[in-house]
T-cell receptor, first 113, second 110 residues
């Protein structure tokens, strides 16, 4: 089946690292994505990882993929108040052959000054 | 700015009415996707078009339809609107895999 799960809320202090976790069910997923949504705004593509990779780093963002456990995480280093938003994990199911995205429920990140 | 544009930004209409949402993809992108974001259902894939042809259908109601035109812009038509259709409707476009989203159209059905 196609299902993506995320915890709903994370609160951190400014300057700390944030780790947002995601699990998915489709073992044939090809790409896995992280999107950011600020209040009243659209979805901003933050980063993505291909399923044959374990890790991807992009400035303050580190994505870790554990394909065996179907677990994806997004680490934000030196979290800032501007990082406060909802973060969505999404997968492209390998079985779909269309590129449609299956999204998790979103994790609200609250950054306290 | 993702390069994907959507109009209108907001739409308020009454139950039973019909509306059309418009999307222009990023320059060069052939695929257009439509998603619905609501509080109870989250983000759900509705439909995909590729170069004018329907490629995939998701949880799209029969009252909803879409098309992609030769200039690659797409329209999502929602008819016989119900209160439960109130949501944010996003369009996304892609070429190689990663999808870039427009700012969305917020539809309120009263």
């Amino acid at each position: 089946g196609e299902d993506v799960e995320q915890s709903l809320f994370l609160s951190v202090r400014e300057g700390d690292s944030s780790v947002i976790n995601c699990t998915y069910t489709d073992s044939s997923s090809t790409y896995l994505y992280w999107y950011k949504q600020e209040p009243g705004a659209g979805l901003q593509l933050l980063t993505y990882i291909f399923s044959n990779m374990d890790m991807k780093q992009d400035q303050r963002l580190t994505v870790l993929l554990n394909k065996k456990d179907k677990h994806l995480s997004l680490r934000i280093a030196d979290t800032q108040t501007g990082d406060s938003a909802i973060y969505f994990c999404a997968e492209t199911p390998g079985s779909s052959n269309t590129g449609k995205l299956i999204f998790g429920q979103g994790t609200t990140l609250q950054v306290k000054p | 700015d993702s390069g994907v544009t959507q109009t209108p930004k907001h739409l308020i209409t009454a139950t039973g009415q019909r509306v059309t949402l418009r999307c222009s993809p990023r320059s060069g992108d052939l695929s257009v996707y439509w998603y619905q974001q609501s509080l109870d259902q989250g983000l759900q894939f509705l439909i995909q078009y590729y170069n004018g042809e329907e490629r995939a259908k998701g949880n799209i109601l029969e009252r909803f339809s879409a098309q992609q035109f030769p200039d690659l812009h797409s329209e999502l038509n929602l008819s016989s609107l119900e209160l439960g259709d109130s949501a944010l409707y996003f369009c996304a476009s892609s070429t190689t895999g990663e999808q870039y989203f427009g700012p969305g159209t917020r539809l309120t059905v009263t």
